[in-house]
């Protein structure tokens, strides 16, 4: 509490140091439960900009919206694979870094990231991984890779996600292949492993928000998270421990992006620039538990979050990683043979 508490100081004091008012509003839209609210309050206060700020649960339910919605949204928080559609469909603008300066603290590794190679349209917010969640006391060897997700020996003791990217992008990464893969038989090997973890009655659920839950709950031994899912687990329970397989796994971003048709776009570039400040980073952080791309708030943060792989795995884990990219051209193949998966018996 401490730390949170120095954190708020810093950010309340930037505030006491900021810019004149601005005037009018800013429309957000993100994702549920992906920002510390005390922050918007902070950013209304210091700007006089009203933050309308709305939610949404899925990338796909996002896009339809800033599609058939023209003006009505400003700074949007795509993942990765996203904002490299979005930019492919010319929904978002060029952002102006004269702007935002805080945009200089973001890590070098996610300066010029694959899916806005030019670094051009967004600017990442948080960061984090796909692995292993897995509690000590219930196996008897060290887990190192997502082949023991597939062992008979866990019978009924793994939760995996129940999202066809993620699931199918890990059993692709298993055999050797690419979390990207276009390869039909490829993508159908992978759906198969699956459909087979499945028949053998390895698996015990899938899900999504609940896994992080029932994994403190002792519920199962191995469970496909994301980091910060697995954050919070073990900061409820210290028999849990978190890895990032050996094969390699998915590091995702999620970034901030102006719309093509924004009516606030100098808003939207003040409300970029003020989460991108390391004080205002730093508090997301203590309330997300995801990973920041900001090097201020790493500082700020302290030993605490250097120290944790989880949250600040090295540059060995993240290179052995990819982020997902636009797959729109193969989506109905992932999904039909999801489907295959979810319905086997």
């Known amino acids: 509490m401490k730390k949170v508490f120095v954190i708020m100081l810093a950010a309340l004091l930037a505030l006491s140091l900021g810019t004149g008012l601005a005037e009018g509003v800013v429309n957000v839209f993100n994702w549920e439960d992906y920002i510390n609210e005390d922050v918007i309050k902070m950013f209304e206060e210091e700007t006089g900009i009203k933050v309308n700020y709305m939610r949404f649960t899925l990338n796909e339910d996002m896009m339809v919206q800033v599609r058939t919605s023209p003006g009505s949204f400003d700074v949007v928080f795509p993942s990765d694979y996203a904002i490299e559609r979005m930019i492919a469909e010319d929904l978002v603008q060029p952002i102006d870094f004269d702007k935002v300066p805080n945009a200089a603290q973001i890590l070098?590794?996610?300066?010029?990231?694959?899916?806005?190679?030019?670094?051009?349209?967004?600017?990442?917010?948080?960061?984090?991984?796909?692995?292993?969640?897995?509690?000590?006391?219930?196996?008897?060897?060290?887990?190192?890779?997502?082949?023991?997700?597939?062992?008979?020996?866990?019978?009924?003791?793994?939760?995996?996600?129940?999202?066809?990217?993620?699931?199918?992008?890990?059993?692709?990464?298993?055999?050797?292949?690419?979390?990207?893969?276009?390869?039909?038989?490829?993508?159908?090997?992978?759906?198969?492993?699956?459909?087979?973890?499945?028949?053998?009655?390895?698996?015990?659920?899938?899900?999504?928000?609940?896994?992080?839950?029932?994994?403190?709950?002792?519920?199962?031994?191995?469970?496909?998270?994301?980091?910060?899912?697995?954050?919070?687990?073990?900061?409820?329970?210290?028999?849990?421990?978190?890895?990032?397989?050996?094969?390699?796994?998915?590091?995702?971003?999620?970034?901030?992006?102006?719309?093509?048709?924004?009516?606030?776009?100098?808003?939207?570039?003040?409300?970029?620039?003020?989460?991108?400040?390391?004080?205002?980073?730093?508090?997301?952080?203590?309330?997300i538990e995801y990973s920041t791309p900001n090097q201020g708030a790493i500082e700020l943060l302290g030993d605490d979050y250097i120290d944790n792989p989880n949250l600040n795995p090295g540059m060995d884990v993240i290179e052995n990683c990819e982020f997902f990219h636009d797959n729109h051209d193969v989506k109905v193949l992932y999904d039909t043979y999801w489907g295959m998966v979810k319905n086997a018996k």
């Open 108 to 287: 070098d590794w996610l300066q010029t990231p694959d899916y806005d190679p030019e670094h051009k349209y967004s600017v990442p917010y948080m960061w984090g991984t796909v692995g292993i969640l897995y509690n000590t006391t219930k196996v008897e060897e060290p887990i190192t890779s997502w082949g023991q997700l597939f062992d008979e020996k866990y019978k009924d003791q793994v939760f995996m996600m129940d999202s066809p990217r993620d699931t199918l992008g890990i059993a692709l990464k298993y055999l050797g292949y690419s979390v990207n893969s276009k390869n039909p038989a490829e993508i159908q090997e992978a759906a198969n492993l699956l459909i087979e973890q499945k028949q053998k009655g390895i698996v015990k659920a899938y899900q999504v928000d609940e896994t992080k839950d029932k994994m403190v709950a002792g519920e199962a031994a191995l469970a496909l998270v994301w980091s910060g899912d697995a954050q919070y687990a073990i900061n409820l329970n210290p028999d849990l421990a978190y890895v990032v397989p050996e094969e390699g796994s998915n590091v995702w971003v999620d970034g901030m992006v102006i719309t093509k048709t924004a009516a606030n776009p100098d808003n939207a570039h003040a409300f970029i620039d003020f989460l991108s400040r390391p004080e205002i980073a730093a508090m997301n952080v203590e309330y």
